[in-house]
């Protein structure tokens, strides 16, 4: 456990005129507590300050709040009634937790935060937190839009090469000593001329498509809710298909690039698998909950599924007996390196690169907080007790 505390102060402490800021009246704020859940880098975060959102780092906000006169509160104790993420965030006026280690802001705990007035994602994706409660509270949500977009596109083309090329068996068994070609080309085969299809077209989605151009695919197409510009299209080389049961039933191979709400949590599940062709794979780098992960090792068990991979988990840190750690296609013959799983830590939008983005976002978003000065409308998730985002809320599809 890490927890780092930067000029505590009371809560009812002010701040010294320099380090003054407004509310939304224009009034001068008291000293605001900020809380900050992020994942632990250890020696590794400590010796490198690129790695920005690590405790070690925090993001880099630690000596600007300071001079603000703010209290600054850090750390990846997150689970559980006595952990210091559910303790701190009582008083604290601010939170800022990522998705790469999220501290889960459930009803419950905002009903507790009597303070909170602001939660901020380092990165991309909201739904740790219960945005129907925080509408309720009229909490502001928002988020560094755009941030981890170029990393998370070519985390998807990865892991497709990955399962598709059969690369990490292959890897490892070169790793155990071993040498077996046969065993490795069984399942490897190639992404030009393969039909794939992404749920969910937005800003991932879109770079996803145009890198996978080059593989010369055989059909590219979008599952969305809402419908590309002809001239983004027709660039693309992509078609929509407005019903899901048609779209899963052409495909090769689905990305999942979309985020995760009431209407997608479970999309992905034992009857809408079973639309897939035999031998199709899945790549997910969205969010974990969105497939029902006993379906998708079922799937990837019988053969049904070639492979399935990704770095989001439905719960993070995943658990040690999490059925995705260990499923394996039946070509694995009992390896140790199984055929049908590339999957990894959630690390695909937390690139060095995509950290200095995040970590500058999060600061701006703050001090536009601090400063009583609009924030990105880009940004924003919920404001004054309302949506303000068409990719989140209740009735949204994919």
Avoid at 50 to 75: C, F, I, N, P
Avoid at 244 to 255: A, N, S, V, W
Wanted: proline fraction near 5%; charged fraction near 25%; charge should be neutral.
């Amino acid at each position: 456990m890490s927890l780092r505390i930067l000029e505590k102060r009371s809560p009812t402490q002010p701040s010294t005129s320099e380090g003054s800021s407004n509310d939304m009246n224009g009034t001068a704020l008291r000293a605001q507590k900020v809380l900050a859940v992020l994942y632990s880098g250890g020696k590794y975060g400590a010796r490198n300050p690129r790695m920005l959102g690590t405790t070690e780092q925090a993001l880099g906000l630690g000596d600007y709040l300071k001079s603000k006169g703010h209290t600054l509160v850090v750390t990846d104790d997150k689970e559980g009634a006595d952990s210091t993420f559910q303790k701190e965030i009582v008083d604290a006026d601010i939170l800022i937790t990522t998705p790469f280690h999220p501290g889960y802001a459930t009803r419950d705990v905002i009903s507790k935060a009597k303070n909170l007035k602001l939660c901020i994602t380092a990165g991309v994706g909201s739904d740790h937190i219960d945005l129907n409660a925080a509408n309720e509270r009229k909490i502001t949500v928002a988020e560094v839009s755009g941030s981890n977009v170029v990393s998370v596109a070519e985390h998807v083309v990865m892991t497709m090469l990955c399962l598709v090329r059969n690369f990490v068996p292959a890897h490892e068994q070169i790793r155990a000593g071993d040498w077996n070609v046969a065993k490795v080309a069984q399942d490897a085969y190639d992404i030009e001329g393969k039909v794939i299809g992404t749920i969910g077209a937005g800003r991932i989605g879109q770079r996803v498509l145009r890198r996978l151009q080059p593989f010369d695919p055989k059909q590219l197409y979008y599952y969305d809710y809402t419908e590309l510009p002809n001239e983004i299209a027709k660039d693309i080389k992509v078609e929509r298909i407005t019903d899901l049961k048609e779209f899963l039933g052409k495909l090769d191979i689905l990305t999942i690039n979309c985020p995760l709400h009431e209407q997608t949590k479970g999309m992905i599940n034992k009857e809408t698998i079973g639309w897939m062709k035999k031998g199709s794979w899945i790549v997910n780098t969205a969010r974990g909950a969105i497939c029902d992960a006993d379906a998708i090792a079922e799937a990837v068990n019988s053969g049904h599924l070639l492979g399935y991979g990704g770095d989001v988990w439905p719960v993070q840190p995943a658990p040690a007996n999490m059925p995705w750690r260990t499923m394996a296609h039946p070509n694995s013959e009992g390896d140790k390196f199984n055929v049908g799983s590339a999957m990894t830590p959630h690390y695909s939008g937390t690139t060095l690169d995509a950290q200095k983005r995040y970590a500058d976002g999060t600061k701006t978003i703050l001090e536009n907080y601090l400063n009583h000065k609009p924030q990105d409308p880009q940004n924003l998730i919920c404001e004054g007790g309302d949506y303000a985002t068409k990719a989140y809320g209740a009735g949204k599809r994919a």
